[in-house]
């Protein structure tokens, strides 16, 4: 796959792109907001380190932006999620021809002053994420400096540089082997998750989310020889402080986790119920969905209901609608995630169009794992919401896709035909599907309504809020 900007091709090498010679690119100020010092510094490993692109701004040189573009995976997303910035790049597959562009008219096609004024907007409401991954918020930084604090040897890994060229993953079998080869094998103390939880806080503070249920897969720990009970306080004690510097609440959903059985997931939930704390407030069946069917977890999954505990599963990401179907029969799941491949049954989206479970939908992971979908455009989202499902908006792992949950939001406006007033539905979606109380649920969107409506007024924008 190569890119073309202009007419000039930006060309792909092993581990980075490039473009050839120098080109004036019309940055705006989203993007210097980026390159100044701040909280988006935690996701520039290779600061001062290397120049992947050649580019030239206002005859400023900014080949430090390269870190923000140095994922090529993550690169082609940003091209398409920035396309304000970047009209004109086409993306082809191998052979295919790029077509003449006539880079004015593709320029005012997606007006960049339009573009930042709606990112403005959307990166400003108030937001709450429920489908995220632990490990999936830690920075390269992060890793790089666990790697060196508890002398952990990766195999092909010298320095800052190799270690980010396996944090850019195009495949899903690199996006496993950065899980389990890279980043799990760092995280060797218990005080280590302290760290990913800093980097989660950034992400959470950076796209205004005050409020996240967050995965927590502690098997692999375990096996590398950590304590559940350990983790935990040290999880529930960075919640709290989060709490009460941020203000942004953090709760914990215990991933049981399908790749390593139901007796192993039957020993978390054991584990879960031992330690019973405020900040865990469920449990998930995470992990392989292929050969591992929701059925085989139906005990385990009711012992967790009849203790209280909310559950949910991540179905039909990878697999057919009848993964999704089992989920609901036999886990009595409160929220499925992803459920991509419901789309391909038509009874299961009427039952879920009538039972308005709520599906926890990750656009871009969904791209990038290409099981259902292989581009945004195509995603069933639209379907999904036009049928009167009830859609939430995740990101599933945002440190690794290179995604955040305000991209997402403006990529449903630029390339899935969302408006604005159905965003703000989406929004207010995402929170009533949380586990918050009721209570809680209409204080906040009260008070989310409240700064919608100031932000319109300050944007121009005129909009019916739900
Ligand atoms: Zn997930």
Redesign the pocket.
């Given at each position: 796959m190569i890119a073309v900007w202009n007419g000039a091709e930006i060309a792909r090498s092993d581990d980075c792109l490039i473009v050839e010679g120098s080109y004036y690119f019309p940055l705006t100020s989203i993007d210097r907001d980026l390159l100044r010092p701040g909280p988006h510094r935690s996701r520039c490993p290779m600061k001062g380190e290397a120049s992947y692109f050649d580019l030239r701004v206002d005859g400023h040189s900014l080949s430090h932006a390269a870190w923000f573009y140095a994922n090529p995976a993550a690169a082609f997303v940003h091209l398409e999620n920035r396309v304000a910035f970047w009209r004109g790049v086409q993306v082809l597959e191998a052979g295919e021809q790029a077509h003449a562009v006539d880079s004015t008219a593709a320029a005012s096609a997606q007006d960049p002053a339009e573009q930042e004024r709606l990112y403005e907007f959307l990166s400003k409401i108030p937001k709450t994420e429920i489908?995220l991954?632990l490990e999936a918020l830690v920075s390269c930084e992060s890793i790089y400096r666990l790697m060196r604090e508890n002398q952990v040897n990766i195999d092909g890994v010298e320095s800052q540089g190799d270690l980010l060229r396996r944090f850019q993953v195009r495949t899903l079998e690199q996006f496993i082997d950065l899980y389990i080869n890279v980043i799990q094998p760092c995280l060797l103390k218990a005080q280590d998750f302290d760290l990913i939880l800093r980097d989660a806080r950034d992400y959470l503070k950076r796209n205004r989310i005050y409020y996240a249920e967050i995965?927590w897969a502690p098997t692999k720990f375990m096996q590398n020889g950590l304590e559940y009970a350990e983790m935990l306080d040290v999880l529930d004690a960075g919640a709290r402080r989060i709490k009460s510097e941020d203000n942004i609440h953090i709760k914990f959903l215990v991933d049981l986790s399908r790749s390593y059985g139901p007796e192993n997931a039957g020993r978390n939930l054991d584990l879960v119920l031992a330690h019973p704390r405020d900040c865990v407030i469920g449990v998930g069946l995470?992990g392989a969905e292929e050969n591992n069917p929701a059925r085989d977890y139906e005990a385990v999954f009711e012992r967790a209901r009849e203790a209280g505990l909310h559950a949910v599963a991540?179905a039909g990401?990878a697999v057919g609608p009848s993964q999704v179907w089992e989920a609901i029969r036999t886990l009595q799941v409160e929220r499925i995630?992803?459920g991509t491949s419901a789309v391909l049954d038509e009874r299961l989206l009427d039952h879920l169009a009538e039972t308005q479970l709520p599906l926890e939908v990750?656009p871009s992971?969904n791209v990038f794992t290409r099981a259902y979908v292989h581009e945004l455009r195509e995603h069933p989202i639209r379907n999904f919401f036009e049928r009167g499902l009830n859609v939430t908006v995740n990101t599933?792992?945002p440190t690794i896709f290179g995604i955040e949950l305000s991209d997402e939001y403006l990529n449903l406006y630029n390339h899935c035909g969302f408006d604005l007033n159905e965003i703000l539905v989406l929004i207010r979606n995402n929170l009533n599907a949380s586990f918050l109380s009721d209570r809680n649920k209409a204080n906040c969107w009260r008070q989310v309504r409240e700064r919608v409506a100031k932000l319109q007024d300050r944007l121009g924008f005129q909009l019916t809020i739900p």
């Amino acid at each position: 796959m190569i890119a073309v900007w202009n007419g000039a091709e930006i060309a792909r090498s092993d581990d980075c792109l490039i473009v050839e010679g120098s080109y004036y690119f019309p940055l705006t100020s989203i993007d210097r907001d980026l390159l100044r010092p701040g909280p988006h510094r935690s996701r520039c490993p290779m600061k001062g380190e290397a120049s992947y692109f050649d580019l030239r701004v206002d005859g400023h040189s900014l080949s430090h932006a390269a870190w923000f573009y140095a994922n090529p995976a993550a690169a082609f997303v940003h091209l398409e999620n920035r396309v304000a910035f970047w009209r004109g790049v086409q993306v082809l597959e191998a052979g295919e021809q790029a077509h003449a562009v006539d880079s004015t008219a593709a320029a005012s096609a997606q007006d960049p002053a339009e573009q930042e004024r709606l990112y403005e907007f959307l990166s400003k409401i108030p937001k709450t994420e429920i489908h995220l991954h632990l490990e999936a918020l830690v920075s390269c930084e992060s890793i790089y400096r666990l790697m060196r604090e508890n002398q952990v040897n990766i195999d092909g890994v010298e320095s800052q540089g190799d270690l980010l060229r396996r944090f850019q993953v195009r495949t899903l079998e690199q996006f496993i082997d950065l899980y389990i080869n890279v980043i799990q094998p760092c995280l060797l103390k218990a005080q280590d998750f302290d760290l990913i939880l800093r980097d989660a806080r950034d992400y959470l503070k950076r796209n205004r989310i005050y409020y996240a249920e967050i995965f927590w897969a502690p098997t692999k720990f375990m096996q590398n020889g950590l304590e559940y009970a350990e983790m935990l306080d040290v999880l529930d004690a960075g919640a709290r402080r989060i709490k009460s510097e941020d203000n942004i609440h953090i709760k914990f959903l215990v991933d049981l986790s399908r790749s390593y059985g139901p007796e192993n997931a039957g020993r978390n939930l054991d584990l879960v119920l031992a330690h019973p704390r405020d900040c865990v407030i469920g449990v998930g069946l995470g992990g392989a969905e292929e050969n591992n069917p929701a059925r085989d977890y139906e005990a385990v999954f009711e012992r967790a209901r009849e203790a209280g505990l909310h559950a949910v599963a991540h179905a039909g990401e990878a697999v057919g609608p009848s993964q999704v179907w089992e989920a609901i029969r036999t886990l009595q799941v409160e929220r499925i995630g992803h459920g991509t491949s419901a789309v391909l049954d038509e009874r299961l989206l009427d039952h879920l169009a009538e039972t308005q479970l709520p599906l926890e939908v990750c656009p871009s992971s969904n791209v990038f794992t290409r099981a259902y979908v292989h581009e945004l455009r195509e995603h069933p989202i639209r379907n999904f919401f036009e049928r009167g499902l009830n859609v939430t908006v995740n990101t599933d792992d945002p440190t690794i896709f290179g995604i955040e949950l305000s991209d997402e939001y403006l990529n449903l406006y630029n390339h899935c035909g969302f408006d604005l007033n159905e965003i703000l539905v989406l929004i207010r979606n995402n929170l009533n599907a949380s586990f918050l109380s009721d209570r809680n649920k209409a204080n906040c969107w009260r008070q989310v309504r409240e700064r919608v409506a100031k932000l319109q007024d300050r944007l121009g924008f005129q909009l019916t809020i739900p």
